[in-house]
């Protein structure tokens, strides 16, 4: 694929890839409604968070698809405004989940399983497809950072669901969404590097 060259950094310019960029903002919007509606009737703070990722998700990418065709200095303010966006997102999960510790808090693990199976399902498609195009600009790499959270916060909340099962306990789920809330910060604060870096490297280039 020659989505970039020695010289040049992949900055969205490519048909294959923002048909793929639509495609995933679907998914990932359908799956968001799903997730949310079973994260509630199982009372899981996990498939809650990881569902607010979703949606997350699919309204930056539709800003990321958006930012394709606008300046340089536009898209990296674009993915720091991501960045912030996820870090909010984290706050939010971090604070409902601290509340939650204090409160009697049991899931329904099979629930939560296979939920969880599905999403990973989308979740893992949606990598794959945007696996090559993880090389790029801010705005670029944001996307792909998205798509590899995603995969890995579903993960976890497999894994949390069988504990949940095992220990008929709640704090393997609540343990899952401390570490997406880790993994959300993680992102945000790479991504907030690379959007500053590109945007000291416009300054430069302009005096």
Not at 19 to 32: D, E, K, S
Not at 56 to 61: H, K, Q, R
Not at 87 to 114: E, K, N, Q, S, Y
Not at 122 to 137: H, P, Q, T
């Amino acid at each position: 694929m020659s989505a970039h060259c020695h010289d040049c950094v992949f900055t969205g310019q490519s048909r294959s890839y923002k048909r793929i960029l639509v495609t995933v903002i679907v998914l990932n919007l359908v799956m968001f409604f799903v997730e949310l509606g079973w994260g509630i009737v199982a009372s899981s703070q996990a498939l809650l968070a990881d569902s607010l990722d979703l949606l997350g998700d699919g309204l930056t990418y539709g800003l990321s698809l958006w930012a394709i065709n606008q300046s340089a200095s536009r898209r990296s303010y674009i993915a720091m405004l991501k960045a912030f966006s996820l870090l909010i997102f984290a706050l939010v999960i971090l604070v409902d989940t601290v509340m939650r510790t204090f409160a009697a808090h049991t899931p329904i693990p099979l629930t939560m399983g296979w939920v969880a199976t599905l999403v990973l399902v989308v979740n893992i498609s949606s990598a794959v497809l945007l696996y090559k195009f993880r090389e790029g600009d801010a705005n670029i790499q944001s996307v792909w950072l998205c798509s590899r959270n995603d995969a890995i916060g579903n993960v976890g909340v497999m894994i949390a669901a069988g504990l949940v099962y095992l220990l008929q306990a709640g704090w393997p789920d609540l343990l899952a969404a401390g570490i997406l809330v880790a993994l959300f910060i993680s992102s945000s604060v790479r991504i907030f590097r690379l959007s500053l870096a590109e945007i000291r490297l416009q300054l430069n280039q302009q005096f």
